[in-house]
């Protein structure tokens, strides 16, 4: 059982940016693909970034492409999303999640593990 532990989240200006971090325990972390989604209130939850745990390759929703970046550090356990020139329109619930699936998947159904999520608000 992996246990997901999200933080970062906060308010910011448009054209700022934040960096979100979520702290993995309980499990293998390095063999975990590991991404983020977000929720806007009324809406689905939707893929925003993952990387692969065998290759380090990432992937991007086109809505964010250019501006954030994820990454992650196996020897803390952590994945981290770094988001730059924010838009009010990337005001959500981010939540990280953990897939043991052998490739890495931008659908939420393949995510084993989920994080409870933390709130970014950009306003205008």
């Known amino acids: 059982q992996v246990q997901l532990v999200e933080s970062g989240g906060g308010s910011v200006q448009a054209g700022g940016s934040l960096r979100l971090s979520c702290a993995a325990s309980?499990?293998?972390?390095?063999?975990?693909?590991m991404g983020w989604f977000r929720q806007a209130p009324g809406k689905e939850r939707d893929f925003v970034a993952a990387?692969?745990?065998?290759?380090?390759?990432?992937y991007y929703a086109d809505s964010v492409k250019g501006r954030f970046t994820i990454s992650r550090d196996n020897a803390k356990n952590t994945v981290y999303l770094e988001m730059n020139s924010l838009k009010p329109e990337d005001t959500a619930v981010y939540y990280c999640?953990?897939?043991?699936?052998?490739?890495?998947?931008?659908?939420?159904?393949?995510?084993?593990?989920w994080g409870q999520g933390t709130q970014v608000t950009v306003s205008s």
């Open positions: 999640a953990a897939d043991s699936a052998y490739s890495v998947s931008s659908s939420r159904m393949s995510y084993d593990y």
């Open positions: 990387i692969s745990w065998r290759s380090g390759s990432t």
């Open positions: 309980g499990g293998t972390f390095s063999r975990y693909s």
